[in-house]
C-alpha cells in the first residue's frame, strides 16, 4: 500500500472513530437530560402535592375552628336565621374541602385519598349532626348537648391522620424520585 492509500485508511478510521465519539456523546447527553426531565418532573409533582395537601390541611382546620366557635360560643345572640345562613355558609366550607379532596384523589396516593375522605365525611356528618339538632328554640351552645362533640372529635382525629399521612407520603423515596 502506498502513503496515499495509508493516508486515506488513516483518514477514513479518524472519521469513524469522530463518528462514534460523537453519537456516545450525544446518547450520553440525551440520558443525562432524561434523567433531568425525570428529577424536575417528580420535583414538580412533590410540590404540586404538598400545596394541596397544605390547601386541604388548612382549610380543614379552619372549618373544624370555626364550626367549633359557632357550636360552642358564637351563637349566643344570634337569631335562628342567622345561626342556619352560618350553617349554610359550613356547608359550601365542606363543597370546598370536598373540591380539594378530588384534587388529592387525583394526584396523591391511595392512603393520603382516603385520609382525606375521612376528614370531609366527617366534616359533612358534623354539620348534619347540627341541623338535624337545631331547633327554632335550641341552637345555642349544642356543643355538649349533641353529637356534635363526638363527631367533632371524630373529625379531629381524622384531620390529625390526614397530616400524618400526608407527611409521610411527602417524605416517601418513592415520592421523591
Not at 328554640?137 to 381524622?158: F, I, K, L, P, R
Request: charged share 20%; aromatic share 6%.
Amino acid at each position: 500500500m502506498d502513503a496515499g492509500g495509508v493516508a486515506i485508511v488513516g483518514a477514513v478510521a479518524g472519521l469513524v472513530g469522530a463518528v462514534i465519539g460523537a453519537a456516545g456523546s450525544v446518547g450520553a447527553a440525551a440520558m443525562t437530560g432524561r434523567r433531568a426531565d425525570r428529577s424536575q418532573h417528580a420535583h414538580w409533582r412533590r410540590q404540586t402535592r404538598r400545596e394541596t395537601y397544605a390547601a386541604f390541611a388548612t382549610a380543614a382546620n379552619s372549618f373544624l375552628d370555626d364550626l367549633l366557635a359557632l357550636t360552642t360560643y358564637k351563637a349566643t345572640g344570634m337569631t335562628y336565621v342567622e345561626f342556619m345562613a352560618e350553617c349554610q355558609e359550613l356547608w359550601e366550607r365542606v363543597k370546598m374541602l370536598y373540591g380539594l379532596q378530588v384534587s388529592i384523589e387525583l394526584d396523591g396516593p391511595a392512603e393520603v385519598a382516603e385520609a382525606a375522605r375521612q376528614v370531609t365525611s366527617a366534616c359533612a356528618r358534623l354539620v348534619a349532626d347540627i341541623l338535624a339538632a337545631a331547633s327554632p328554640d335550641q341552637y345555642v351552645a349544642m356543643y355538649n348537648t349533641t353529637e356534635v362533640g363526638s363527631t367533632h372529635a371524630d373529625a379531629e382525629a381524622a384531620h390529625r391522620a390526614f397530616r400524618v399521612s400526608a407527611r409521610e407520603a411527602l417524605d416517601s423515596p418513592s415520592e421523591a424520585s
